[in-house]
């Protein structure tokens, strides 16, 4: 499957209930995925349960080698997957978008194998020796979302397979095409049983996965109602529950910044994936004594950056995924003209194009307490808050029930800790924003959810710890 028409061939729905997958940037039907039953799902998490015990009893070494050769088939088939990717999503091939996002997996999935977890030796004197060790959960519960559909699900899978556990995937409807690409090539390797996807309604598939007994951990990215159901519907089970949820991040720039030398990094933090980033900067606080030259400043860079069909190789902003998305953030712009907020650019849809394409959008001067603010937008809008006293700037960034990353801004490091250290967050970056490395512990605080994914945490998130006593 190295190309793509191989790939979706091999992936779209012959026959049966199906959903028209739909290119965001054109409205053309690109493929159908299946419409898969309750019934499916259970026949899955018996396939999961039955190929997990000869999975967790391979040697972490031998599963190591087959989440390379996973890697490997991805890389092999990394282009084909980038297109179906651009066409299903709408991301750019080029930037920091579809190729980056396929690059991506392969790179997770390999630090998922060869991150070491050794035995911790928790006491060893004369009060006596104890360890600890990390066994398998059993069958992981993978929920992805529809912004990085490939990326977040390696999230999900690739250290859930390296400890010993098997995986039922649930992607989200409007790019199961994506996730059934990931996971046929990823089978092409891997035992059979080992991960196994389904893909149907949230209402029905999603919920019943969420609710089976036989699912040990259930692993979410998505919004904060939908997280609150999740763990609603998995109490009576206890299923343990990693839940990475909405984000409004905050950025405070001090008055000490370039404003030129900040700008791009600024877009960027805002605007990689078209805003559609859970970790995007999605509302920033500028000291008045530079907002005037950093306002100005992102202006330039963000009426320079192209945004268009993804295929085409110049373009590095892409549509918004859905039409229910192109609405709310549309909805909240538009409130915020009629509130007297300043459009410095964007902020003017074309409705009647095709795709769901929203303008680079910058908002100035707008009140701190305005929708548009203090909702999670979730697209190419970013409102920009005015501040004179940094304790008010504090106060308006953590006032929200989200915590997921924030940023500050300054050439003074001593100065950006101590902001940071005050910052209601899972992830604080200093002079960037939304930053992810594969062997940094990441997720939120407040309602943007808990657990943690990466690196060694996210190895033992996805498993259960034992202790061993005694000599």
Not at 38 to 44: G, I
Not at 86 to 102: D, I, W, Y
Not at 181 to 190: D, E, G, K, P
Not at 452 to 469: D, H
């Amino acid at each position: 499957m190295k190309t793509y028409a191989e790939l979706l061939e091999a992936i779209t729905a012959k026959e049966g209930p199906a959903r028209d997958a739909v290119d965001p940037a054109t409205g053309e039907v690109i493929g159908r995925s299946p419409t898969q039953s309750v019934e499916d799902l259970e026949a899955a998490i018996d396939r999961a349960e039955a190929a997990q015990p000869a999975w967790a009893a391979l040697s972490d070494d031998e599963r190591k080698a087959h989440l390379h050769r996973a890697a490997d088939a991805i890389k092999e088939s990394s282009e084909a997957l980038a297109e179906l990717l651009s066409r299903e999503q709408g991301k750019p091939l080029n930037g920091p978008n579809a190729r980056f996002e396929v690059g991506a997996c392969e790179v997770w999935t390999r630090t998922a194998a060869d991150t070491p977890l050794p035995v911790e030796v928790i006491i060893d004197d004369e009060s006596g020796y104890a360890e600890m060790h990390y066994r398998p959960i059993g069958v992981v519960g993978a929920i992805s979302p529809w912004n990085w559909p490939m990326m977040i699900s390696i999230w999900q899978i690739a250290p859930s397979l390296r400890m010993g556990n098997t995986v039922v995937i649930k992607p989200a409807d409007t790019t199961a095409l994506s996730v059934r690409a990931l996971v046929a090539v990823m089978n092409r390797v891997l035992p059979e049983g080992v991960l196994n996807i389904v893909t149907g309604p949230g209402s029905t598939v999603g919920d019943a996965l969420t609710k089976s007994p036989k699912i040990g951990k259930i692993m979410f990215t998505g919004s904060t109602p939908v997280g609150k159901q999740i763990i609603e519907a998995s109490a009576n089970n206890v299923t343990r529950l990693t839940l990475e949820l909405g984000g409004n991040d905050a950025g405070i720039v001090l008055p000490d910044v370039d404003p030129a030398a900040i700008a791009e990094d600024l877009f960027w933090g805002a605007f990689i994936n078209t805003g559609q980033t859970c970790a995007a900067l999605k509302r920033l606080y500028v000291h008045d004594s530079v907002y005037d030259a950093v306002v100005e400043e992102l202006a330039k860079v963000a009426a320079n950056v192209p945004m268009g069909v993804g295929l085409d190789e110049d373009n590095v902003l892409g549509p918004l995924q859905n039409r229910k998305q192109f609405e709310t953030v549309d909805r909240l712009v538009r409130a915020a003209k009629e509130s007297g907020a300043r459009v410095v650019l964007g902020g003017d849809p074309d409705y009647d194009a095709p795709g769901n394409f929203y303008p680079t959008t910058l908002v100035a001067d707008i009140d701190p307490h305005n929708d548009l603010v203090v909702e999670e937008q979730f697209g190419p809008a970013l409102p920009i808050v005015r501040y004179s006293d940094l304790d008010e700037a504090l106060r308006l960034a953590n006032e929200l029930e989200f915590g997921l990353g924030s940023s500050v801004w300054t050439r003074d490091r001593a100065k950006a800790l101590e902001v940071a250290s005050r910052l209601q967050a899972g992830t604080t970056w200093i002079n960037s924003h939304g930053g992810l490395h594969p062997m940094v512990p990441f997720g939120g605080v407040k309602q943007s959810g808990y657990g943690r994914e990466f690196g060694v945490e996210g190895l033992k998130a996805v498993a259960e710890p034992q202790i061993i006593s005694g000599r």
